[in-house]
């Protein structure tokens, strides 16, 4: 090593892996894989238990998580915490559930390989929480719209339901998991969440009618009965007590302290109708459920000559009516057994011990069914509803784990063999994938030594010769068969087999802790006895047929679906149990293998479920049959750490002058002449295709050190460089700003000169400078006459602007301009053209609309339009008429159409005015409402000059006027208006300015105006 090295403190070996890291999640190794003396189970522990005490209960083994159950809430599952590991590398930041959910979703997306997460360990160990979280994290952080909200809800809202159904209190978990469950999610080419599929295993049914002590039925029961309302139990006939029930009473444990059954059952009930249950289907649902309590209570009495019957009618009366089946058939189906005996049928009554079985088998077969029927529904509910190109699947196992207790069956059986399963395809998995990194990037395997148990898996699936098979066969055989001649099957099969030991195999020692009744399987885990007794009732798992008939005719559309009629028709007998379970295990292994796994190894500190307690012994087992010391060493017999070239050049680079700052060759070249300088030895590295792989954590934590103490300098560097980059920049900054000063100056003293190279960057400023004024002061109006004054540079150039963006205001104003407006527009222009600067009242006009017509359609008499007939009225107003001798006022309606006007007296056209006759219009020039209208008086028909008066008279003369085409004929006189009062001789109209308005004979026979100055007579 070289002498950098020693700039750490000597033999300290620094825990530290990323700087992003806090000093508490560096307790103990955060990976395993780092740990100095991995051979040791008691530093392996002793690293848990460090951690555990600080509330760190995620560690790594390599891309493995370990995780133990720390029976309290812990503050890192929040919001803030997902964000923190989306999108962050693996080693970055403390182990946690959520990086193993992240890289498996990020490996999913980037790699379009199916994914799947594999939680094992045993009961209690935190497994169902651990899918929960990995949900919720999916749910929360992938990309989402309505649709799949709405299906991240329903696959959040399955668990409840299932965990109801499906979960109990046991002994060693207050919520254990009683069936298996692989849970498919899968995702859109965006990462989205768009669909999901379960796969249920081996429900624990004989818990529906038997518990053992200090445990409970499913919790179903307990919700529905704690939970439901009073006419729900009512109709259902139930009691609130659970203790009324003899398949709840068995375990003598009513209630949980830990979780209450009222606010579950709530739970449950709302999560129902999210997942797609309809009210008929909860409540044909909730019947069964409480059928299975009523067949618990159906009790029977033995008659004289040993015939069995029932004792509980009222229960087969609830039954009949819950389950919706005739109920005779099923009191005669509980009590007797149809046979077929040389192609007849023939009824045989069961014995009381018969009856009872048979009244259990058929609980358990009622509640297992409609276990798998709800599993069913679940999944129409999460299926993909519209296919989905390119998509991806992440799986999720929870499944249970291993399982020792004092008396092992049938269930513990299948579960181990489970375990065993898994466990293959973990080292078959773990090894390969190990291997494939080693051949990928070109360096030699060196393989490890592991407990291959395959051995213990063909010991009980193989063919014809494993315990499965032997099972099977015991079962078929016809003659007497019972538990016991299964042993000795077992006995003459698989005696001398080294996993394999029965009491009579055994020798003196193992001999003293086994029953008669037992064999042992030496697991790879540990050994475990099991007792025959119940072995080949459970295989069998058969109902009577008769049974069977009864639930068919069932008008409950649940246990239609569950029992159907080809069944009691179909002579063929179904798979064992046990064969079945073999052959669903199967099919999880393909569709495991086809997949990239991620492991979660769950681990349960204690057996009290308390919270800080580290129980050594437990764990120390839990460590061994998880195999997590083999899988150490796997990990570590290759290389015990490896990282990219980029990564790993990145980080330590600052360790030697010639990586330093910065590496401008091969990345590979690049790692190893860093290595070099820094002295690793041989055997301590070897550099891949694109990984250096190191040898001995070791190394990798002296070179961590040697970073640590290079820190300082560095940052004196990075200081000094940064320091003296800033003054540069600022000096630079300074030098610019002067020349700029100096430009300016200069080309303000040249600026009247031509441009030129002195003043152009000055003129060019004031032109830019005053274009950018312009283009925010511009007038927003055609009537906002502001414009910036521009400096004489630019005068003329503003000038054509300013013209341009009038005219384009204008246009673009002329172009919003409706017709009606366009009309009134015109109107007012030809109104500006006679009357502007010519009367008086003319200014006080401007601001006010013409209208269409002063009168209303009903003021213009029927008759008078008749008469008109197609002339219409275009316009129409109330005038005073003057007449010519004596100005004697008349008021008049005067209407115009398209070609003349009509002087109207009520019903009455008194006078018509063609225009094409109209010789002129005149008003005065003061601001009164008089006006003539010059007639031919030789045309007998036109009755020559009218004088009127009107309110409006600018608007009136305006329109008269265009629409007579006679603008130019409009006159205003300043002082008198002449008129012809008949051939030959003259009226005369005089107008003078006075207080007010006034019109009235004057001297000499003229007719006198008076005006006021300012009176809006228009
Ligand atoms: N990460 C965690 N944080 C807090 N409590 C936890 C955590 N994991 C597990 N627990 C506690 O431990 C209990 C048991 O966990 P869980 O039900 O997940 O076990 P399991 O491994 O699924 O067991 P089984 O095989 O019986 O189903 C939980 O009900 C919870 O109280
Ligand atoms: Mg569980």
Redesign the pocket.
């Known amino acids: 090593m070289s002498s950098l090295f020693n700039l750490g403190k000597s033999g300290r070996v620094r825990l530290v892996m990323e700087s992003a890291l806090t000093a508490r999640d560096r307790v103990g190794v955060q990976d395993f894989v780092l740990l100095e003396n991995y051979n040791s189970e008691a530093a392996f522990i002793e690293n848990l238990r460090r951690r555990f005490r600080e509330n760190l209960?995620y560690t790594y083994i390599g891309s493995v998580l370990v995780s133990v159950?720390?029976?309290?809430?812990?503050e890192i599952y929040s919001k803030p915490q997902m964000e923190r590991y989306r999108g962050v590398s693996f080693y970055e930041i403390s182990p946690h559930i959520y990086a193993v959910s992240d890289n498996t979703y990020r490996a999913m997306r980037t790699e379009r390989k199916d994914q799947c997460i594999l939680i094992s360990?045993?009961?209690?160990?935190?497994?169902?929480?651990?899918s929960k979280?990995i949900l919720l994290y999916y749910a929360v952080t992938c990309p989402t719209n309505d649709h799949m909200a709405a299906l991240g809800d329903r696959l959040l809202q399955s668990n409840p339901v299932l965990e109801a159904f499906g979960?109990a209190k046991?002994l060693?978990?207050?919520?254990?998991?009683r069936f298996g469950k692989y849970m498919d999610v899968q995702f859109d080419f965006r990462g989205a969440p768009v669909g999901g599929h379960i796969l249920n295993y081996l429900l624990e049914k004989s818990r529906v009618v038997h518990q053992n002590h200090g445990e409970r039925n499913f919790h179903i029961f307990y919700q529905l009965l704690d939970g439901g309302e009073d006419d729900l139990l009512i109709t259902l006939d139930l009691e609130r007590n659970p203790q009324k029930y003899q398949y709840l009473v068995k375990g003598n444990c009513p209630r949980l302290s830990s979780v209450s059954d009222k606010n579950n059952w709530k739970v449950v009930m709302k999560a129902l109708p999210v997942i797609g249950f309809t009210e008929e289907e909860v409540q044909k649902l909730l019947n069964i459920i409480a059928s299975v309590l009523h067949l618990g209570n159906t009790q029977f009495g033995e008659g004289e000559e040993g015939e069995t019957y029932i004792t509980t009618e009222t229960q087969i009366h609830h039954l009949s009516k819950l389950m919706g089946v005739d109920g005779s058939a099923l009191g005669e189906a509980l009590t007797h057994k149809k046979l077929t005996a040389k192609g007849e049928e023939m009824i045989s009554p069961l014995s009381f011990e018969q009856a009872l079985s048979a009244r259990d088998a058929l609980a358990k077969a009622v509640y297992g069914r409609t276990f798998t029927w709800l599993v069913e529904k679940i999944n129409q509910s999460l299926a993909l509803k519209v296919h989905s190109k390119g998509s991806s699947v992440i799986g999720l196992l929870?499944i249970?784990?291993f399982e020792v207790l004092q008396h092992n069956s049938f269930e513990q059986f299948c579960i181990n063999y489970c375990n065993e399963k898994l466990q293959q395809l973990f080292i078959e998995l773990t090894l390969r994938s190990e291997q494939e990194e080693y051949e990928t990037e070109g360096i030699a395997w060196e393989t490890v030594q592991y407990f291959d148990n395959k051995i213990i898996c063909d010991l009980i699936e193989e063919k014809h010769k494993g315990i499965i098979s032997i099972l099977d066969e015991e079962c078929l055989r016809p003659g007497e068969t019972c538990d016991v001649s299964f042993l000795e099957k077992l006995e003459d099969a698989l005696g001398g087999h080294p996993h394999f030991v029965t009491h009579k195999l055994a020798n003196g020692k193992t001999r003293r802790v086994m029953s008669r009744e037992e064999f042992r399987l030496l697991h790879y885990a540990g050994e475990v006895n099991y007792n025959v007794n119940g072995f080949l009732d459970k295989n069998n798992d058969s109902l009577n047929r008769n049974l069977k008939e009864v639930m068919c005719q069932s008008d409950n559309q649940i246990l239609q679906h569950c029992f159907r009629r080809e069944e009691v028709i179909d002579q063929k007998r179904p798979e064992m149990a046990a064969t079945q379970f073999k052959n669903s295990l199967m099919k999880l292994m393909e569709i495991l293998m086809s997949k990239e796994p991620s492991y979660v190894r769950?681990i349960k500190p204690n057996d009290a479920?308390q919270p800080g307690r580290f129980d050594e012994v437990l764990v120390r087992h839990q460590v061994k049959y998880l195999g997590l010391m083999e899988n150490l060493r796997v990990r570590r017999a290759g290389f015990a750490y490896r990282r990219r070239f980029e990564a790993f050049l990145q980080r330590y680079k600052p360790l030697c002058p010639e990586t330093w700052p910065n590496w401008h060759g091969r990345l590979s070249d690049g790692v190893s002449t860093l290595v070099s300088h820094l002295g690793y030895k041989p055997e301590e590295y070897k550099l891949g295709r694109s990984k250096i792989f190191i040898r001995f954590p070791k190394t990798l934590f002296t070179t961590e050190d040697a970073l640590e103490a290079k820190k300082p300098e560095i940052v004196i560097v990075i200081q000094s460089g940064w320091r003296g980059m800033k003054a540069r920049r600022r000096a630079k900054r300074r030098r610019q700003a002067a020349e700029l000063i100096r430009r300016f100056i200069k080309g303000f003293i040249y600026r009247h000169e031509e441009y030129c190279p002195e003043n152009e960057y000055f003129l060019d400023h004031v032109r830019y400078s005053f274009l950018k004024n312009l283009r925010q002061n511009l007038p927003k109006s055609v009537l906002d006459k502001n414009w910036p004054t521009p400096p004489p540079l630019v005068a003329e150039a503003s000038e054509h602007l300013r013209r341009m963006h009038m005219r384009n205001m204008t246009l673009k104003y002329c172009r919003r301009v409706q017709p009606e407006w366009k009309k009134q527009m015109m109107q007012k222009v030809e109104a500006s053209k006679i009357f502007k600067d010519q009367k008086d009242s003319y200014p006080q006009s401007v601001g006010r609309l013409f209208l269409d017509s002063r009168l209303e359609r009903e003021q213009i008499n029927l008759k008078v339009v008749q008469t008109l007939g197609n002339d219409k009225v275009q316009y129409g107003v109330s005038v005073i008429k003057y007449d010519r001798r004596g100005f004697k006022p008349r008021p008049r309606q005067l209407l115009l159409t398209n070609t003349f006007a009509v002087l109207v007296d009520r019903t009455k056209i008194k006078q018509r005015m063609d225009y094409s006759a109209m010789r002129g219009i005149s008003v005065s020039s003061l601001s009164d409402g008089v006006f003539v209208v010059h007639m031919p008086s030789e045309d007998n028909k036109q009755k020559g000059d009218v004088v009127l008066h009107c309110s409006h008279v600018i608007e009136l003369v305006t329109k008269l006027a265009m629409m007579a085409n006679k603008v130019s004929y409009v006159n205003i006189s300043p002082g008198s208006i002449r008129f012809a009062v008949a051939r030959g001789k003259e009226g005369i109209i005089d107008f003078v300015r006075g207080s007010e308005l006034k019109v009235a004979k004057g001297k000499r026979g003229h007719l006198l105006v008076v005006s006021q100055s300012l009176l809006p007579a228009w």
Do not use: H, Q
Request: proline fraction near 3%.
């Open positions: 209960i159950n720390p029976y309290k809430e812990l360990g045993e009961s209690g160990a935190g497994k169902t929480e651990a979280k979960n046991t060693r978990n207050d919520n254990s998991s929870d249970y784990g769950c479920k």
